[in-house]
């Protein structure tokens, strides 16, 4: 998700978006995990979210 966030604000936005499309389904798994997450994965949470909150 940092790859394609970081791609979507660049020149390449059209390639992000169809790599966005594919991993959809694998985003919208993870964001339900949240809900249990553990001290052990919360940093792990905390970095992808900063790192792509302007795409997500």
Do not use: G
């Not at 919360?42 to 909150?53: D, K, L, V």
């Amino acid at each position: 998700m940092t790859s394609i966030s970081w791609r979507y604000n660049k020149q390449e936005c059209a390639s992000a978006l169809v790599d966005f499309a594919f991993e959809q389904p694998n985003l919208q798994k993870l964001l339900l995990e949240i809900q249990y997450t553990t001290q052990e994965t919360y940093m792990f949470f905390s970095r992808m979210a900063t790192n792509s909150s302007q795409f997500i």
